[in-house]
């Protein structure tokens, strides 16, 4: 008989709420071990007895065999003595200890959890809060850790016999469920109008509204969301009215993939994003014959769509048999609404009722927005579906630390050990309401993750709020981490790579060391520093953020460098503002309110308006967006620029605004002349990198910034760098807006501690 051995072993990572323990009990007893498996703060621990190639097989098949919602940092095992037990069983959890890890991310029904809702014999026929191990709330029911019922909002509802016997059974897929439920003991719908509610058929009555063009808002896993008719114009610009959402587009959920195809291109990689477990919205090719609302989308050439993610979206949909469109329940820039006490005051005037029920949203967390990109997904919007999943870095980091982000689509990002954790998106930090959810943001997941920073990264703008922040913090070491070197130490640690790099951050705006606006810039960097090697000359601002909400502004401001006795006088964009030109021109040569900026963001901005494609914009990059959508994808031609100097080389936008002008008056057409500058600018950033390369021998680009988002630009850019014989990095799991910029100031600063602090 062979001899048996006993091990401790400590399961880390993401093995909690993703049926690990009744994985670890099954796993157990196919392989004839006896011991014990349970929870506490630091994830999952063990004590296995058997033969030794039966505990060889089990810790070899801990890893690949897991879950698949789960994460599997580390498996450690320690021999102990063998005690001769019989049987395995889970054991209670243990809240003691400091928490080492981290909690699941909430996941769309399962296809067995989908069964049993289409199932007239099953009892949780049409319970539009059917979940099991393998699906449903999770992040954001969590109140701390470890994940049991008990610390989660589950917790007021005690479960009838059939759930217990159920959550019990170790060969039921409900084994040890946290937000197990059914219609006996779990949550209730409630429809809400005015100040009536509205008797029978909740999902029945709700499609109802909706098929007459109401707006309904419906209470989702992160908040509540405004719904209309996607195919109904009315319904869907009254939406528009009522929320104060002038011309961003809205996003759309379909009721299965032969519906997406109906409206969009969908590719392999789409599909799997569209149907994985995260089921974030998907950027698309928009089919030119899509049945949808013309307000839906107006001028662009991609649709955000969505597959149900929740029990209650698949019977609203399937009742419905059509797209609807589904936009985060707020006022334009107000976080999105997720608490039942606020709905009915905040959304007083925009809904016309509300879709309710009685399980609480403890933390609000927004739609991830996804796109595929060369065969792979790129992440523009990291929220629900993959927070608080860990960003594996390539180095511990030896004290705990906290990155504040940036003012716009702020995140923040905690990191200790060898793992970040990238919040969920907060938004712009601009008005009262998103500075608070900033704020206790960092407080839940810090006690979640038992996380004390003494080390906090910022931005080195001193009136960005996420600055403020951090000063106002006592007992801590602040670092402040230029904005655009954030963008490039979060490409490298996406990609898995430490540098040095070729950086070409391009966006908006980003606080230089030297005072004025970067946001054109070449950037030599690795996660220690950086070097400024090149970037885009700088233009006058002419009234400051005025210049960002009035991109003729910039117009302006780029044709007086562009022509020393005045632009063209025929020129459309002067004609339109004739009244205002001179005074805008004036503060732009002043040194009052004017500052200095080599944003590209803001050329794009002016090109824009010199194009009579957008003077004033309603959200933030807009008319940059606008351009791209307006560009002939078919034009190959190039506007070059000249590149002045070695070090830095200074990239000459007036060239672009100079050959968009000719252009103009030759008569060619907008479109042909939005995409030369595109084109335009891939040419300059190649010819920049290619002279970076020569200069310095490294080999490697990474492009971040705002501006990447622009899928004509990327594309067109990696292609050319690529042929030039250049190695891109670009962004996949973390967003390469200001959304990435928290993971890139806590790699900084865990760079920083390990070269410093030793």
């Known amino acids: ?52 190639h039966a505990t060889e097989a089990f810790l070899v098949a801990v890893r690949t065999e897991a879950p698949p919602l789960s994460f599997v940092d580390t498996v450690r095992a320690r021999p102990m003595d063998a005690a001769g037990t019989a049987g395995f069983s889970i054991v209670t959890s243990w809240a003691g200890g400091e928490v080492g890890t981290s909690v699941p991310a909430d996941s769309a029904t399962c296809e067995d959890c989908l069964t049993e809702l289409a199932d007239p014999s099953d009892r949780r026929y049409r319970y539009p809060f059917v979940n099991c191990t393998n699906c449903g709330p999770r992040f954001t029911i969590v109140r701390g850790v470890p994940y049991d019922r008990a610390l989660t909002t589950m917790a007021r509802f005690a479960m009838c016999a059939d759930c217990a016997r159920e959550y019990h059974n170790p060969g039921n897929r409900r084994f040890h469920a946290q937000p197990v439920c059914c219609p006996a003991c779990g949550p209730r719908l409630r ?12 999902v029945s009555s709700t499609v109802e509204l909706l098929r007459a063009g109401a707006v309904v808002a419906l209470k989702g896993l992160g908040g509540y969301h405004l719904a209309v008719d996607a195919g109904s114009e009315s319904a869907t610009a009254a939406l528009r009215s009522r929320k104060h959402r002038e011309d961003k587009p809205f996003a759309v959920m379909v009721p299965d993939l032969t519906s997406a195809r109906r409206l969009c291109a969908v590719n392999e990689v789409a599909q799997r994003l569209l149907t994985g477990w995260r089921r974030p919205i998907v950027l698309l090719p928009r089919l030119r014959d899509a049945p949808i609302a013309p307000s839906l989308a107006p001028g662009n050439r991609q649709l955000g769509l969505m597959l149900p993610y929740t029990p209650l979206h698949h019977l609203l949909l399937a009742d419905l048999a059509g797209p609807i469109v589904l936009t985060s329940a707020n006022v334009s820039d107000e976080p999105i609404v997720h608490r039942d006490t606020d709905v009915f005051e905040r959304l007083r005037g925009i809904a016309d009722a509300v879709l309710c029920h009685d399980r609480a949203i403890h933390i609000r967390t927004d739609d991830s927005v996804v796109r595929p990109f060369r065969g792979r997904e790129q992440v523009q919007r990291r929220s629900r579906g993959y927070v608080p999943e860990p960003v594996t870095v390539e180095q511990d980091f030896p004290r705990h630390v906290l990155g504040c982000g940036a003012e716009l689509k702020n995140t923040f ?105 970067w946001g054109g810039e070449f950037l030599l960097a690795d996660l220690a520093g950086f070097r400024r090697v090149g970037h885009l000359a700088p233009v006058p601002m002419p009234g400051g953020t005025a210049a960002i909400k009035q991109p003729w502004r910039m117009a302006a401001s780029y044709l007086d460098a562009g022509y020393a ?85 200074v990239v000459s936008g007036v060239d672009l605004v100079r050959s968009c002008v000719d252009d103009l008056r030759a008569g060619v057409p907008r479109p042909v002349i939005a995409a030369r500058v595109h084109n335009g600018m891939v040419d300059a950033i190649t010819r920049t990198c290619v002279r970076l390369r020569d200069a310095t021998g490294v080999e490697v680009v990474a492009l971040s910034g705002g501006v990447f988002q622009n899928l004509l630009l990327l594309d067109r850019t990696v292609e050319a760098l690529q042929s030039a014989g250049l190695r891109v990095l670009t962004h996949s799991r973390v967003p390469t807006n200001d959304g990435g910029i928290s993971l890139g100031q806590v790699a900084v600063a865990g760079e920083h501690d390990r070269r410093y602090t030793r």
């Open 565 to 649: 006795s005045g632009p063209p006088a025929t020129l459309d964009v002067v004609r339109r503002h004739e009244a205002r030109w001179s005074d805008v021109v004036a503060l732009a040569r002043g040194a009052v309110n004017s500052p200095m900026t080599s944003s590209a963001g803001r050329l794009l901005d002016a090109i824009s308006a010199i194009l009579g494609v957008r003077d004033t914009v309603n959200y933030e990059g807009q008319a940059a967006i606008e351009l791209e959508q307006y560009a002939d994808p078919d034009e190959s031609g190039v506007y070059r620029v000249d590149l002045r100097g070695d070090e830095p080389i």
């Open 413 to 517: 990002c905690l990191a200790k050990g060898g793992t970040a954790f990238l919040s969920q998106h907060i938004g712009d930090l601009e008005n009262y309401e998103t500075l608070r959810s900033y704020t206790d943001g960092i407080e839940h997941l810090r006690t979640l993750l038992d996380i004390d920073p003494v080390l906090v990264a910022h931005d080195l703008h001193p009136e960005y709020l996420s600055t403020k922040y951090a000063r106002d913090l006592d007992d801590v070491e602040l670092l402040g981490v230029q904005h655009h070197h954030a963008h490039i130490a979060s490409c490298l640690v996406d990609n898995r790579e430490r540098g040095p790099v070729l950086g070409v951050a391009f966006d908006g705006l980003g606080y230089g060391p030297d005072g004025s606006i």
């Open 1 to 52: 008989m062979a001899e048996h051995v006993r091990l401790a072993v400590r399961v880390e990572g993401v093995v909690q709420g993703v049926g690990f323990r009744p994985f670890i009990y099954g796993l157990a007893h196919r392989l004839g071990l006896s011991g014990h498996v349970g929870n506490d703060a630091r994830g999952v621990f063990a004590e296995i007895e058997g033969t030794a």
């Open 191 to 202: 429809l809400v109008m005015g100040e009536r509610e509205v008797h029978g058929d909740a």
